[in-house]
């Protein structure tokens, strides 16, 4: 398993596609890709004001709450209240979507990917003392939202704190161990085999 850590001074900053805020970009597949042709992205970004998403078409989002009072979504009509303490929110990104503050800005952390050609989990990881999971995955990334801890697997112990982003590859269904305390996020994306995205690609042609 190979470990890399993205730490939180580097993640590039950057105006939303909307124009309506700013985003720190912690990670992207193809490497250097923008926001029109990217595989992958996982970025986090500070919402101060209500107002509408970004639209990414075909494009498939989960997000989270790091900070701050909560938020409400309105998807395609839909209301959802979205808090730290809930569970990850997935939803296309693509759906119009509005967002209305319960209170002070929060701080939210995106997870993207390209429909057809990548899917996505993610999940909300408490560490209190140590924490032992199985991963699945390729790639598989840790991000600290807040906290320090130590990333330990067979062959190394890695420290990452708060907005540091652990990338691991080659570690799919291997154990991972955490130790410290704080909150992560275990993000697992996956490509879908060569033969759907040749599908997926003819599909979204022009006739």
């Not at 996982?42 to 998403?53: E, K, Q, R």
């Not at 704190?161 to 996020?185: I, N, Q, R, S, W």
């Amino acid at each position: 398993m190979a470990i890399t850590i993205l730490k939180a001074e580097n993640h590039r900053r950057m105006p939303w596609k909307n124009g309506g805020g700013l985003t720190a970009e912690i990670a992207v597949h193809p490497q250097g890709a923008s926001v029109e042709d990217f595989d992958w992205r996982i970025s986090m970004a500070t919402i101060a004001s209500d107002g509408p998403f970004s639209v990414f078409p075909g494009i498939d989002r989960t997000l989270s709450v790091l900070a701050g009072d909560g938020i409400v979504l309105d998807i395609e009509g839909q209301a959802t209240t979205l808090t730290r303490e809930c569970a990850p929110l997935a939803f296309a990104a693509d759906a119009c979507c509005d967002a209305r503050l319960i209170g002070s800005a929060i701080t939210d952390l995106n997870v993207m990917t390209r429909r057809g050609r990548f899917a996505h989990m993610v999940r909300r990881l408490p560490v209190n003392g140590t924490t032992l999971t199985q991963v699945h995955g390729n790639p598989v990334l840790l991000f600290c939202a807040e906290g320090r801890m130590d990333l330990v697997s067979s062959e190394q112990t890695i420290k990452f704190e708060e907005h540091d982003c652990a990338v691991m590859t080659g570690c799919d269904a291997l154990p991972l161990k955490l130790t410290g305390k704080g909150t992560t996020y275990l993000i697992s994306i996956r490509a879908f085999p060569a033969e759907n995205k040749s599908k997926s690609h003819c599909a979204s042609a022009p006739d």
